[in-house]
């Protein structure tokens, strides 16, 4: 098997990072086969600092999210690797262990609010419930507590709307109300699982702040998950581009997004709308669709849709595993394609002049 070559994996102490993942698989076995949804991933992540995950439907984001707090203890799911988060592992934790860490040490917002608030409590009794798991506070200090981090999130009135039903808040003031409840505890690492796919632009933009804010104030490290690479430019210092389950390329937004290195990041950078650009221009979606995790293309998985593949002598990219090799002159940056650095530099240059 093909070693993976990163910065991270040479570091050989696991508590160097606060967050330290490393060959994360979660595999779940079906009636069709085995749904390797995440297939040996690696990051690592500071706090204070943003990861930003990308990837189309189904890459495996969530699944990672999921594992990172523990909620894949119990199911069907076999995971393995190692999840260093501040010195301890998680993967190897119980789930009465895992139970202790959520909320507190590690919280996550999810891109259905209403999946993760319950209609039958009012907002603030929830958020006030959230903090009595991990402190031993009376209801009113609860309370108080949950009314304090509702003004927190820019609730109006939070005194009165703690009051209020979920179904009684709009879209993006459930949303904030979620991201409450994600911080009532002040979280060290904060996962948002798509956070801002349901809602308008101008709410987007208001979460996002938010969850910017939030984050200075209180030091956190945060993962994003997107589609969106317009959201990852805006607020991460990493990106990890997802594709089939695994890494196809890493590194600081900065180097990332400055020369992508991938054609499948190339596609995700044309099928958004330009940073700072107009919102309407038209899209070109990536052609083709994402592959199945049972069995996933040979050669590189993204093959079946890359325009490129035939600049690559021998047919490799059919029948050859591209290694996530690092890119020249770059600290971290790494990813995994047969191209050699000229053809894709040029590719890049052919590509901006045909935008300009
Ligand atoms: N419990 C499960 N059993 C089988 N397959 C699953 C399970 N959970 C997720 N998957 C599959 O794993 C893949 C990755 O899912 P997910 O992480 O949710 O993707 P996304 O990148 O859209 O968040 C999908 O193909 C999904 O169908
Ligand atoms: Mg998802």
New binding site residues.
């Given amino acids: 098997m093909a070693i993976e070559l990163s910065p991270q994996s040479v570091d050989v102490n696991p508590a160097s990072s606060f967050l330290e993942v490393r060959d994360l698989r979660v595999h ?1 076995p ?1 009636e069709d086969g085995l ?1 390797k ?2 297939d040996g991933v690696s990051f690592s992540l500071e706090k204070g600092k943003t990861l930003g995950i990308v ?12 594992s990172l707090l523990g909620l894949h203890k119990g ?3 076999r995971v393995s690797g190692e999840v260093w988060l501040d010195g301890e592992e998680l993967v190897g934790m119980t789930e009465a262990q895992m139970r202790a860490l959520r909320g507190q040490k590690v919280s996550m917002i999810f891109q259905d609010p209403l999946s993760a608030l319950h209609p039958f409590f009012t907002v603030g009794s929830q958020i006030a419930e959230a903090y009595r798991v991990h402190h031993k506070a009376s209801k009113k200090e609860a309370h108080e507590r949950a009314v304090e981090m509702l003004k927190r999130v820019g609730i109006p009135q939070p005194e009165r709307r703690a009051k209020d039903y979920p179904h009684q808040f709009s879209g993006g003031m459930r949303q904030r109300a979620m991201i409450a409840m994600s911080l009532v505890c002040d979280p060290e690492l904060l996962i948002a ?2 956070p801002t796919t349901a809602l308008d632009v101008t709410v987007q933009a208001q979460i996002l702040d938010l969850i910017r804010d939030l984050q200075e104030e209180f030091g956190s490290a945060v993962i994003i ?1 997107t ?1 969106d690479l317009g959201v990852v430019a805006e607020i991460s210092d990493d990106i990890l581009v ?1 594709y089939g ?1 695994r890494r196809i390329e890493y590194g600081s937004v900065h180097d990332v997004l400055k020369a992508p290195e991938h054609p499948y990041t190339w596609g995700l950078l044309q099928s958004m709308p330009h940073l700072g650009g107009d919102v309407s221009q038209r899209l070109n979606p990536i052609p083709g669709s994402p592959p199945s ?1 049972i069995n996933l293309p040979s050669g590189c998985a993204f093959n079946p849709r890359c325009a490129f593949k035939d600049q690559v002598a021998d047919g490799r990219c059919l029948s050859e595993r591209p290694e996530l090799l690092p890119v020249l002159d770059s600290d971290k940056h790494i990813a995994a394609c047969h191209l050699t650095g000229d053809a894709k530099a040029e590719i890049r240059s052919a590509s901006a002049r045909g935008t300009k």
Avoid: N, P
Wanted: charged share 20%.
């Fill in positions: 779940f079906t749904v949804s995440v990837g189309e439907s189904g890459s495996g984001k969530s699944v990672t999210s999921l199911s069907r799911a699982d798509e998950i589609h997802m389950g995790l």
